[in-house]
C-alpha cells in the first residue's frame, strides 16, 4: 500500500505561480504512472496532468496545457506539479494519484489506486 502527501499549496494572485509536490511511500514509485486531479466545490473531481513511471510521456487537460508542468523525481519519490499563469478557476483541492499501470494511455481507462489527502489551491482575481 502506497502513502501520498500533498504540499505547497496556498493563496496566489492571478497570474501567480505555485508549485504542488507529492511524496510517495510504501510502495514501489518509480514502477507506476502519477496523477494530479483537483475538484472544485460543487463540481466533480477532474483530472489535471500525468506522467508514465519514468516521466518522459505526460498528458495534461486542454484547461490547463502550456502553464502547468508535471514532473517526477524517482529518487525522491515524489511528484511536483508546477503551475504558472494561475487563474481563479483553477482554485480547487488538488489530489495526487498513483496508477496501477505504467503509462497513461487513456486517462478515463487508467485505473488510479492510491490517493492523498488534497492540498487547498485558492487564486483570487
Known amino acids: 500500500q502506497v502513502q501520498l502527501v500533498e504540499s505547497g499549496g496556498g493563496w496566489v494572485q492571478a497570474g501567480g505561480s505555485l508549485r504542488l509536490s507529492c511524496v510517495a511511500s510504501g510502495r514501489t514509485f518509480n514502477a507506476y504512472a502519477m496523477g494530479w486531479f483537483r475538484q472544485a466545490p460543487g463540481k466533480e473531481r477532474e483530472f489535471v496532468a500525468g506522467?508514465?513511471?519514468?516521466?518522459?510521456?505526460?498528458t495534461y487537460a486542454d484547461s490547463v496545457k502550456g502553464r502547468f508542468t508535471i514532473a517526477r523525481d524517482n529518487a525522491k519519490n515524489t511528484v511536483y506539479l508546477q503551475m504558472n499563469s494561475l487563474k481563479p478557476e483553477d482554485s480547487a483541492v488538488y489530489y495526487c494519484a498513483q496508477a496501477r499501470v505504467h503509462t497513461i494511455v487513456e486517462v478515463a481507462t487508467t485505473p488510479f489506486g492510491a490517493w492523498g489527502q488534497g492540498t487547498q489551491v485558492t487564486v483570487s482575481s
Open positions: 506522467l508514465n513511471w519514468s516521466g518522459d510521456s505526460r
